[in-house]
């Protein structure tokens, strides 16, 4: 099982997210208006990696807005099902805003200075095929496909430990040549290899069951 599968199992057993979701209801809060909220958090992150440079204080609040973004992004599924919101408008809207979210954040981190752009973009790419892959599978008639060997949960994951592990160590690694990158250099680099692999592990899967 992806870590992205293990790590929504967990969500979606861990009855504190059952209660603070029953919290929300009370409170008149939607899904919808989660969704919304950690997209917000996800603009957030990106204009803070994006203007973070050598500011540790700046790159501590991007971290903090993945953090929040990631805790909503899951939250607002666990809020759906409590109160029996859950709805095709709504998944279309997470989805969507999910898309968007990706690229903010990893597009602060790029012209943060911290890969270069040549990188990013193939990590871009490999991040929005690897899920449109996904949900392209149940749009012909599948299920939608979540394993591979990055998900969504897996990358937020990663670029939170990145960005707390820039702070104590912010420089490049190794200290010098083409592949001379800090955290979250290399964390994009990753993802520029792991998440393409991902997308063509997902059409694979979809096309021998087609």
């Not at 990696?49 to 500011?55: A, I, M, P, Q, V």
């Not at 973004?69 to 099902?81: E, K, Q, Y």
């Amino acid at each position: 099982m992806a870590l992205d599968s293990l790590l929504r199992v967990f969500v979606d057993n861990w009855g504190l997210a059952r209660r603070i979701a029953r919290f929300l209801a009370a409170l008149g809060i939607s899904p919808n208006l989660l969704s919304l909220l950690s997209f917000f958090f996800a603009a957030l992150a990106g204009l803070f990696f994006f203007l973070s440079g050598n500011d540790s204080l700046l790159l501590l609040a991007a971290g903090i807005f993945v953090c929040q973004n990631a805790f909503l992004d899951a939250l607002d599924g666990v809020l759906a099902r409590e109160t029996g919101n859950a709805c095709k408008k709504g998944d279309f809207l997470d989805h969507v805003l999910d898309r968007y979210s990706d690229v903010f954040i990893i597009g602060g981190i790029i012209f943060g200075g911290y890969i270069c752009w040549e990188i990013g973009v193939i990590a871009i790419i490999g991040v929005l095929l690897s899920s449109y892959m996904g949900t392209q599978a149940q749009a012909v008639g599948l299920s939608r496909v979540y394993g591979g060997l990055v998900g969504r949960a897996d990358r937020l994951l990663v670029i939170i430990v990145a960005t707390f592990l820039s702070l104590f160590y912010p420089y490049p690694f190794p200290a010098s040549g083409p592949l001379s990158f800090s955290f979250l250099g290399w964390t994009l680099f990753s993802f520029a290899l792991l998440c393409n692999a991902t997308a063509l592990q997902r059409f694979f899967y979809a096309w021998r069951r087609i």
